[in-house]
């Protein structure tokens, strides 16, 4: 027994002594602060995150496949040709008007491709009437847009017709289909 | 307000997809119009081929006429659109439109519309 804990002793005793020689106190706090400084920072590094990240509700789309990107974004894929303030920024979404508002009858109806899984939809871009500008989530984009002779595919123009009020507060994109080429 | 008919499994295409892209923003996808707007071609369009003139006023309209669509396409949406909304309507008999009847009367654009209506629908009441 006594032996065995002579062993054991001068084992650990070399082991000790060992590192000792090897390392210094500070040495040892040097790469804990590193490792602390390290573990703390690496969020920071650039990576992945959309995926995770939680993004508004869209129930009334749930039949869209690959359906990515921000709606409240003027880059969003359905606002390949919106001309307004997006509705989703301003107490709407993208598929409903803000309370006190009337959807337009009459619109401008386009197509965009969905990067998700590369299909082009038929969009409907209504205006919102019945408030004032929104004024927030300005977009101005004009893919298949044509000059105001052109009336129907023009998106300068309010659309605000048929509606009880002509005063436009936004706009949503709302998705009408898959359109197919054949 | 639900997206009305997200219809994400079968595609459009063909004449349903160039009624919903050039005309369906204004005429509506049932075809309903906006009264005091935008004229219905629901239980309206398919009238007008029953008295003389009415055939060439549907092909010379503005909205039909300066259309983004070439002849052929053009032609396939308005018989489409007579199939779609008009079935009841049509008279017995009735050609489909072709791409040269399109291509030689939408060269002649209406500059009364108005008044070119105004004539058909005086014209069809008489009918009655």
């Keep these: 027994m006594t032996d065995e804990r002579r062993w054991l002793d001068r084992l650990c005793e070399r082991a000790t002594r060992a590192l000792a020689r090897r390392t210094s106190r500070r040495s040892f706090l040097t790469r804990l602060g590193t490792a602390l400084a390290g573990t703390a920072a690496l969020p920071l590094l650039p990576m992945a995150r959309a995926a995770t990240e939680s993004r508004p509700p869209v129930p009334d789309d749930a039949a869209l496949h690959g359906e990515v990107g921000d709606p409240k974004s003027c880059s969003y894929w359905r606002h390949c040709a919106i001309d307004g303030f997006l509705c989703s920024c301003c107490g709407g979404s993208q598929n409903a008007c803000p309370p006190g508002t009337e959807m337009s009858p009459l619109t ?31 977009c101005t984009r004009t893919e298949g847009e044509r000059p105001l002779y052109l009336t129907m ?17 936004c706009s949503v994109a709302v998705v009408l289909g898959v359109a197919t080429r054949t | 307000m639900l997206a009305p008919g997200v219809a994400a499994a079968q595609g459009t ?42 055939r060439e006023f549907l092909v010379r309209v ?56 105004r004539q058909l629908v005086e014209a069809l009441e008489r009918t009655k």
């Design chain 2, 62 to 117: 503005p909205g039909v006429a300066q259309a983004p669509l070439d002849d052929t396409a053009l032609a396939a949406v308005l018989n489409w659109m007579l199939d779609r909304f008009g079935r009841d309507d049509v008279p017995k008999g009735v050609v489909p439109y072709t791409a040269e009847e399109v291509n030689q009367l939408r060269r002649r654009p209406l500059t009364d519309v108005a008044g070119a209506r």
């Design chain 2, 13 to 54: 295409s063909g004449p349903a997809l160039d009624y919903a892209v050039t005309c369906q923003g204004c005429h509506r996808a049932d075809g309903a119009g906006t009264p005091g707007t935008v004229p219905a071609l629901a239980g309206s369009v398919g009238k007008f081929l029953r008295v003389p003139g009415g």
């Design chain 1, 153 to 169: 595919k023009n998106n300068d123009l309010l659309w605000c017709f048929g509606t009880q009020s002509r005063a436009v507060n």
């Design chain 1, 108 to 138: 401008w109806i386009g197509t965009c491709r969905n990067p998700g899984d590369g299909k082009d939809y038929i969009i409907s871009y209504n205006d919102c009437c019945g408030q004032s500008l929104c004024m927030r989530c300005r």
